[in-house]
């Protein structure tokens, strides 16, 4: 394993995929520290997860900020006072203002539950299930100033049953998220990608 890379997740909800990242670091299998844990909502279910597992745990609430660069510049001011070297959303629900994304660029990525370009925003799995797609799946990727738009480091297929509903869909696609996050996450701290444009070659990727 190689020196721990020290991270910050940002999260809003219940904090699955945030348990995942503590489940594969407590396991051994992921080379990580986790420095802080920042919620934008003050009754997260993640804290929770978070405070059970010792971990740091800061609520920021965005609504006493005058701006989204104020609420962000704080942000920021946390994750380097711990240290941060990486930034992970897990279920953060906030857009990101371009001076952060700036900041943090290659330092920042995010999990989305479809096959990116495909269904980017809210209600992803939703949307591939209406638009009657036959795969669909997960994605990670660099953030960058658009919408689920940057550079994809990995990505995990799902297929779309004939009896499946919204909410089977968006169950199957969370277990993937689960897998593929913390993987992404071992491959930066071990250095192990290459950035070219748009490409993010990694150790998965054929040869």
Known sequence: ????????????GSGTNLQSIIDQKEAGELSVEIKV?????KDAYAIQRAEIHGIEVKYIS???FSSREA?????????????VQLVVLAGFMRLLSA???SHWMFRLINIHP???????????????????????????????EGVDTGPIIIQASVPVLSDDTPERLAS????????????AIQWIADEAIRIEGRRVNTPHDPQ
């Open 37 to 41: 844990v920042i919620s934008n909502v």
């Open 71 to 83: 609420f962000d510049t704080e942000l920021t001011n946390i994750l380097e006072s711990y240290g």
């Open 114 to 144: 479809s096959l990116l370009p495909a269904f980017p925003g809210l209600n992803a799995q939703r949307q591939a299930f209406e638009h009657g797609v036959k795969v669909t799946g997960c994605s990670v990727f660099f953030v960058d």
């Open 1 to 12: 394993m190689t020196s721990r890379l020290p991270i910050g997740v940002l999260v809003s």
């Open 99 to 101: 001076d952060f994304v």
């Open 172 to 183: 199957r696609i969370l277990q993937e998220e689960h897998r593929i996050l913390p993987l």
């Open 62 to 64: 965005h609504k006493s």
